[in-house]
């Protein structure tokens, strides 16, 4: 759930700075349930990927995959888009939510659990949806499918859930200005 709150001024003179955060709150309602008077929506925060990578202490490598069908990768702590990919925003947010999210680094603990592959996928593709949505930009409707077929009729664990809004609220704070 996207919550709106005020940072006070630190100095006179200054004005009041609104930010969004995201919580995990089960059972909640939509908009669309509710009536009442049209509310304005905040307008989009300044982000700025370069800053997220860094402050992430995520570096981007040069793409060097050869299935045309992969659009970006991460190991470890690196990342890499494909240069003909489409909505390369969404990708970004994709891999750096699997590097987030622990998953480039459960191939090195030969003893313990791993998070199957295809709760993998749908923890940093929501993680995706939810940067897209917040940000105005293109690509969720390619998320929701995606997250779809994944999840293959099956739900998010609460657990995962509590996971995605709290790595979605990460990168967007990540590239934020000041």
Known sequence: MPLTCKRKAEGEGEDDECFVRFVYKPHWFVLAQTDGEQIEM??????????????????????????????????????????VNLLPHKTTFHEVAHVLLGHTSEGSFADGEQTPKSLR?????????????SLGLPGAEYCRGYIQNWLAGDVIPERSAQKIFHVADKILRAGQAG
């Open 42 to 83: 905040p307008t989009t925060p300044e982000w700025n990927r370069e800053r997220a990578l860094e402050a992430l202490e995520i570096k981007e490598v040069a793409f060097d995959h050869t299935d045309g069908n992969v659009l970006g990768f991460a190991k470890g702590k690196e990342i890499a888009i494909s240069p």
């Open 121 to 133: 996928e749908v923890e940093a593709e929501a993680v995706a949806l939810i940067c897209c949505e």
